[in-house]
Protein backbone atom coordinates (compact mmCIF):
# COMPACT_ATOMS: atom_id res chain seq x y z
CA UNK A 1 0.00 0.00 0.00
CA UNK A 2 1.27 3.75 -1.05
CA UNK A 3 1.62 6.66 1.56
CA UNK A 4 -1.24 8.93 1.23
CA UNK A 5 1.61 11.33 0.43
CA UNK A 6 2.54 9.42 -2.55
CA UNK A 7 -0.96 8.97 -4.14
CA UNK A 8 -1.49 12.78 -3.42
CA UNK A 9 1.65 13.60 -5.60
CA UNK A 10 0.61 11.26 -8.14
CA UNK A 11 -2.81 12.92 -8.28
CA UNK A 12 -1.13 16.23 -8.25
CA UNK A 13 1.18 15.39 -11.47
CA UNK A 14 -1.54 14.34 -13.31
CA UNK A 15 -3.51 17.01 -12.93
CA UNK A 16 -1.30 18.96 -13.54
CA UNK A 17 0.20 17.23 -16.92
CA UNK A 18 -3.54 17.09 -17.95
CA UNK A 19 -4.17 20.82 -17.48
CA UNK A 20 -0.90 21.87 -19.12
CA UNK A 21 -1.51 20.03 -21.66
CA UNK A 22 -5.17 21.41 -22.39
CA UNK A 23 -3.09 24.74 -22.16
CA UNK A 24 -1.05 24.05 -24.60
CA UNK A 25 -3.68 23.14 -27.18
CA UNK A 26 -5.20 26.23 -26.64
CA UNK A 27 -1.89 27.84 -27.36
CA UNK A 28 -1.13 26.11 -30.45
CA UNK A 29 -4.98 26.92 -31.30
CA UNK A 30 -4.97 30.71 -30.92
CA UNK A 31 -1.40 30.63 -32.66
CA UNK A 32 -3.29 29.32 -35.77
CA UNK A 33 -1.69 25.88 -35.93
CA UNK A 34 -4.23 23.81 -34.69
CA UNK A 35 -7.64 22.89 -36.67
CA UNK A 36 -9.54 22.69 -33.42
CA UNK A 37 -11.60 25.32 -31.48
CA UNK A 38 -10.15 26.11 -28.24
CA UNK A 39 -13.81 26.48 -26.47
CA UNK A 40 -13.54 22.25 -26.18
CA UNK A 41 -10.35 22.48 -24.66
CA UNK A 42 -11.15 25.22 -22.20
CA UNK A 43 -14.82 23.73 -21.06
CA UNK A 44 -12.60 20.80 -20.70
CA UNK A 45 -10.29 22.63 -17.77
CA UNK A 46 -13.61 24.26 -16.74
CA UNK A 47 -15.08 20.41 -16.10
CA UNK A 48 -12.07 18.97 -14.22
CA UNK A 49 -11.75 21.86 -11.81
CA UNK A 50 -15.46 21.97 -11.38
CA UNK A 51 -15.42 17.90 -10.85
CA UNK A 52 -12.56 18.75 -8.49
CA UNK A 53 -13.86 21.09 -6.35
CA UNK A 54 -17.46 19.37 -5.92
CA UNK A 55 -15.09 16.09 -4.75
CA UNK A 56 -13.46 18.26 -2.28
CA UNK A 57 -10.23 18.37 -4.15
CA UNK A 58 -9.60 22.02 -4.90
CA UNK A 59 -6.38 22.59 -3.44
CA UNK A 60 -5.10 20.03 -6.20
CA UNK A 61 -5.62 21.96 -8.85
CA UNK A 62 -4.47 25.51 -7.05
CA UNK A 63 -1.24 23.84 -6.17
CA UNK A 64 -0.98 22.29 -10.08
CA UNK A 65 -1.14 25.38 -11.55
CA UNK A 66 1.60 27.21 -8.87
CA UNK A 67 4.24 28.33 -11.51
CA UNK A 68 7.38 25.97 -11.24
CA UNK A 69 5.16 23.08 -10.57
Known sequence: ????????????R???HDIQSS????RRIEEESSPYTCSSFVNSIVG???RLA????AAFVEK??????
Open 14 to 16: AIG
Open 64 to 69: ALRPGH
Open 23 to 26: LTKI
Open 1 to 12: MRPQEEKHAETL
Open 54 to 57: ANGQ
Open 48 to 50: KVE
